[in-house]
């Protein structure tokens, strides 16, 4: 090192911090070099768990041993998750140690050879998860341990209050508060940001956490922060439900259950069918946002996340039999889950659906604005703000006379003030390949243009579609519109859209 | 890029590859810019299993998804493992394409919610790992649902089955061909450099293949290496076999069950006890060899991989048990699993100990000399050789007389040549920092020690212990020699052990 070198070595067991730009998928990864002196004096090796300190954080990450000449011996590299999660800056300095061992595991070993989990070991697992102790190949063997049909109720509302527990909780005041989540698996079907305007302006409470798209093209969050901000902190989100009666927010900026987004990153790829972690990472969301009504809309159909009638019904009790254990009254709406709702896929598109539906656009998208209603018209039954059974129509009037436009306006500018969606500067028309009757779409595929196209990290980008299954198409007439932030994103859904044209619409000779 | 610019750009679907020099601990990992044209075309994300395909070779990796600026967008990089699987050169262009739906994972699924794995099942599963095709998170779901007692006997010998088809096979003539294994646990125990020339000078057939060290300081064929080359193809290793009898070779070179393999670096971290596993894993290795005969040396200890009677007693009948549905003759010796066997630890330092024991050196270690006539003894008995309850003494003789020295130098010379093991030329002594009686050893510190002074790599290096368990030290006095191939690795090794003094010699008062 030169003399006159700005940077002073850094002492003893620390390293300068490098972020390294490589996108793990949320697993935070360290980097070090095979000369590196805190790497041999530790005995660090591939794989090894080491701890980063920085201040007073402190992340656990999977060391990747690096010879190549990209970094240097005096440089710890981090990974994009680990880099946020430790709050790092450009030259901070951390230390590097071997973390304390991990007694927890011996409760995931336990589980695996068959015995039950009590809460005492629910909270020492779930505490260390939620604090990025576990290694994604220990998050792993917990799914497993946990999936199909392993976890009993009582181990299942074990784990739903330790992820509570393990968080951040709001609070409210006495009274109701209102809540919805929806299963998920078929795109648009933006329902929220309709039911929440409708059950605040019918008098009920509905402080609405959502979560950003993970795998999809938009979520409700996305959608949402092109007509309002939505990363506000709790005693914000507090004025906002003080004032309007709702919100609809970011969740991840206030923390609840985090658990669950970490294991949610080993879930997807797993494909594990595992009905008790899916009831602790729902319900255990809602209870730690303060909820105490909980309605579940639940889309059964080949494509969406729930399957089957019979599988709907298994899932709909443990819901209700896990959310009366934690305390909460849970509904659930088994809907349709066969195809899309709504015409937009992708956040400003979704968001235009909802503006048209609030603003009763004669053009806007019926068929979300009914299940909207149908759903409110739950929620207003179970807070009583409907009698049985005219929920629905008294949601509806609320939509048609403008309340719930006017509300969803008040909810806007208290969350920071509305704003207009974006609009795609790049567009192209999808055709129809031949004339015939649409009798199905694929969902996944769709989302899969979408994605390309830009969303949600384009927010105006996506899909707009224009027949619905069931229609008649002649040959050469538009099937969707193509939206993008710029040529290249295009020609990429373009290129894709028409490679794989009859799986997206399957159109049948009539 | 320039006009001269002697590389052309790689055809479309296609990137040229790059060494990026990233120990992931043999994961394939993929890295791929954020700006790169393939990656959009694919639509391919952050943890995306990819197809990587360069000639006629395939390997599947798992995605990381670079914003840094040390990977140009026009280029694929691939970590360690992956360059190694790929058998890829600097400029080589590759393929790059999603890879075929893993289907075996629904028989994984199914043994998770409960259902047992039938051979159909088992020999889907373990090819599809053997070739790779399966992301670390997958390895940790199919290791836990096998894990604890859920693979019932049938499925253990589905699975060792399977193992063996989906690798190489060994063939030898008719008649015994024997083989024995250490479970493992404790350093040293160096004995079967010893069994095979006892066991080969007394007529019988013993075509051993060892590993190298994982986590280790030194694995059999490291140590082996030290005195002759263990790198030989199956042409070599039978050619060696049919002259002398037997041999000591790496078992890596010769791809034997190399499902096991993939499986052991997941397993590793997760630490999960497994039986079916380890019958597995362990039989397959021996099936693939030809071997007919397989003693196991089980170390019992609380340090040792099996820590008690009743465990061993379990692991014994399984091990007896499946080996008889493979068709194997399979006898288990139960050992002392308390203490290091012999004095060195490293391959260099083992090396001269089992020549100590060969050519009956009065100073060589008595306790590694014994445990290996003991082990030889029932082989001899097992393979016919000598007669029941005279194998111990009959092994005695024959490494006294000089016989097991002879037949062990004509294997090394059979396998490329005999050559002197390397000498360190940095050693310190770690001296007893107070009076009294040694009551105890680390096994586990003792190893991290010797693997900080930089054994296996470097081969000369490792411990030479000079007390054993219940002798009385003087202050001062010497415990062990640390032997290093540099000052920086000695003084490494030396920090360690001094901050770790009491842990590695525990000295009682008298």
């Keep these: 090192m030169a003399m006159n070198d700005a ?12 972020r390294m730009g490589i996108d793990t998928y949320q697993e935070p990864v360290l980097y070090m070099h095979s000369g590196c002196h805190v790497c041999h004096s530790e005995g660090f090796e591939a794989q090894s768990r080491v701890e980063v300190g920085l201040g007073g954080r402190t992340i656990v990450a999977t060391l990747n041993v690096v010879s190549g000449d990209f970094l240097s011996p005096d440089e710890a590299g981090l990974s994009e998750a680990a880099w946020r999660l430790l709050g790092a800056s450009g030259g901070d300095v951390a230390s590097l140690r071997h973390p304390p061992p991990l007694e927890s595991l011996g409760h995931v070993r336990a589980k695996v050879y068959g015995r039950r989990l009590t809460q005492a070991a629910a909270d020492a697992v779930i505490t260390d998860i939620a604090a990025g102790r576990y290694s994604d190949l220990q ?3 917990f799914v497993t341990a946990c999936a199909g049909d392993l976890l009993d109720l009582e ?4 784990i739903t209050r330790a992820m509570v527990r393990a968080g951040e909780r709001m609070h409210w005041s006495e009274g109701p508060v209102m809540d919805k989540h929806c299963v998920g698996g078929i795109p648009g079907n933006r329902t929220t940001m309709l039911v929440v305007p409708i059950a605040t302006a019918c008098g009920l409470r509905m402080p609405k956490t959502s979560s950003r798209a993970i795998t999809s093209p938009a979520g409700t969050a996305d959608t949402m922060e092109t007509l309002a901000p939505v990363d506000l902190d709790v005693p914000h989100i507090q004025r906002v439900v003080e004032r309007t009666g709702g919100c609809i927010v970011w969740g991840g900026a206030v923390r609840l259950s985090p658990a669950d987004d970490v294991l949610i990153r080993v879930e997807r790829p797993l494909d594990l069918d595992s009905q008790g972690q899916l009831v602790a990472s729902i319900l255990s969301k809602k209870a730690a946002a303060g909820a105490t009504h909980v309605l579940i809309d639940m889309p059964v159909g080949p494509t969406a996340k729930v399957r089957g009638v019979h599988a ?7 819901l209700r039999d896990v959310g009366q254990a934690m305390g909460l009254h849970v509904r659930v709406a088994q809907t349709d889950g066969l195809a899309p709702v709504g015409r937009g896929i992708g956040p400003a598109l979704e968001a235009r659906d909802v503006l048209a539906v609030l603003r009763g656009d004669p053009g806007g998208p019926a068929d979300l604005a009914q299940r909207a209603a149908m759903l409110a018209g739950e929620l207003l039954e179970m807070g009583n703000a409907a009698a049985a059974g005219t929920g629905a129509s008294v949601a ?7 309340r719930a436009w006017r509300k969803f306006q008040e909810i806007c500018e208290a969350q920071g003030g509305m704003r207009e969606p974006p609009v795609a500067p790049c567009r192209q028309e999808i055709v129809a390949p031949r004339s015939g009757t649409v009798i199905g779409m694929d969902n996944r595929r769709l989302a899969r243009v979408a994605k390309l196209a830009g969303a949600p990290k384009t927010p105006c980008a996506g899909i707009d579609l224009h027949v619905r299954t069931g229609e008649f198409v002649e040959r050469g007439q538009p099937l969707y519109t193509l939206h993008a932030g710029s040529p290249g ?5 373009a290129d894709y859209a028409h490679a794989q044209h009859d799986a997206v619409h399957v159109i049948e000779d009539d």
């Design 7 to 18: 940077t002073p070595p850094a002492p003893p067991g620390t390293l300068r911090l490098r």
């Design 139 to 141: 998050l792993a063997c």
């Design 155 to 158: 181990e299942t509302v074990a």
């Design 312 to 318: 709907a019904s298994v899932l709909a009790r443990a």
């Design 396 to 402: 509806e009037a609320v939509l048609k006379d403008g």
């Design 489 to 493: 994103a295009l020609a990429y859904a």
